[in-house]
């Protein structure tokens, strides 16, 4: 860390990975917090020196530079620590005030804590917070998994980042993210920031995420993120095993855009410019298919034999992920447990606003999802993957004679004998829904197998669809599920 860069980040307060401490004549307690959260997560810069007060920062020194570095890596080395630590060390003189710097890199044998198991910190913004049972249990699961993507990969260099990646990544975040700190740097300092690059060589992540794809594949060997389009609900159901595959690219980088593309071509969206005169493509729909594709990309298991995958039936999206859950997927949803799989990963998506945390997004995709669709995501969590599915509205009501021409049933019928009302029950319970009516004031003996396949969805999805019309009182059941027929509940007509 030269001069110039300590004088640029003390009075820097974006930075996730800095800390100071004023220290002026011992080490403080508070400084092992810091070590424990540094070590549980990505890793940071604990400076000795420099005294905080609410948003300024100024430079103090250390008035026994050599007792206070001696105690500070005597205990990081002692059995106070559960693991032994060993981060690089470097001093510094500002005008005779002495500044220490300590580089505390992210462990491999997490939880790291001090004393105690409760004594375990991680870092969330700028601050340490105590780890919950959750987050501990978590780090022990990943000792096995998840801190490879942060080791470097040996035998390479800059040059097997791709250009054209690194570039393009670069200026995202100069439009997307302006006011982050990344962007006044050179790029070797860029690279060297977000740990793309570290002693020269590529972290796994960094490899994986800007890399050539040729020098990936040295270490990945079967690398790829699979994009289906098939046209039905499942294999079986479809004529052709798909009618578009994604090509093979460069890198996830890369592999985002190409995904989005096309994913963002099956939700509404409407276009506005910024008030930095930037394009914005608006729709909670997106976001959820955003939020989705992201967190696929950063929680996948990277060294599992499986690839993630993308596979859009003409009912429903699904993400694949290879790669279990740290905990059960119920106590995930319910409580904001954000340790990411890929940390470096996730870090590179949430600097240019791709992704706002680094959890498991499922509150962002239900809320946008619910908003957009009326209808919640699927999941289905197994030991060593995770399936989120994304279901689809069936196909728009274009007008009424489309409708007497495909189910020779004016909508008018609904509206005017049975006191439906049509758009209120399509805006808020779905088009499907009204479909459903329509189908049944034409044949009320029809079965949910038949609106399944009319609809080309699950019978379970019919399911859902019917138990909505029961509970807003349109439809009701008479006689057994085999031998009855449905009823349309006539409204007030008054």
Known sequence: MKKEEMLKKISDLEWEDFEVKEAKSEVPKSSWETVSAFSNTTGGWLVFGVKQAGKEFSIEGVSNSEKIESDFLGVLRSEKFNVVISPKAQRHNFDGKIVLAFYIPPSGKKPVYYNTLSNTYIRKGSSDQKATKEEIDYMYRDQTFGVKTSETVSGTSRNDLNNTSVNRYRDYMRRFNPDV???????????????????????????????????????????????????????????????????????????????????????????????????????????AVREALVNMLMHADYFSPAHSRVRIFTDRIEFYNPGGLPKPFEELKSKDISMPRNPIISKLFRMVKLAENAGFGFDKIESNWLKYNKTLPEYDPAFDSVIIKLHLSSEEIVNEKQLRGNYGVNVEDLRGNYGVNV????????????????????????????????????????????????????????????????????????
């Open 181 to 287: 700190s990344y962007n006044r740097f050179g790029e070797e300092e860029f690279l060297n920031k977000l740990r793309v690059i570290e002693d020269g060589k590529c972290t796994y992540s960094g490899l994986l995420m800007l890399g050539k794809r040729d020098s990936i594949e040295r270490h990945f060997s079967d690398f790829r993120i699979d994009l289906l389009e098939i046209p039905g609900i499942s294999y079986k159901d479809s004529d052709t095993r798909y009618t578009f595959r994604l090509d093979e690219h460069e890198n996830l980088w890369e592999y985002y855009f190409e995904c989005f593309a096309r994913l963002k071509q099956k939700v509404d969206v409407s276009f506005v410019l910024h008030s930095e005169g930037f394009g914005q493509e608006l729709s909670p729909g997106l976001e």
């Open 423 to 494: 758009e209120d029950l399509r805006d808020n319970y779905g088009k499907r829904c009204v479909k459903i009516l329509i189908e049944i004031l034409n044949n009320p003996e029809v079965t949910k197998e038949m609106l399944a396949e009319t609809e080309r969805v699950s019978v379970s999805t019919i399911e859902k669809d019917i138990k909505k019309l029961k509970d807003t009182g349109y439809l009701d059941r008479e006689g057994s599920d085999k031998a009855g027929r449905w009823v349309i509940i006539k409204q007030n007509l008054l």
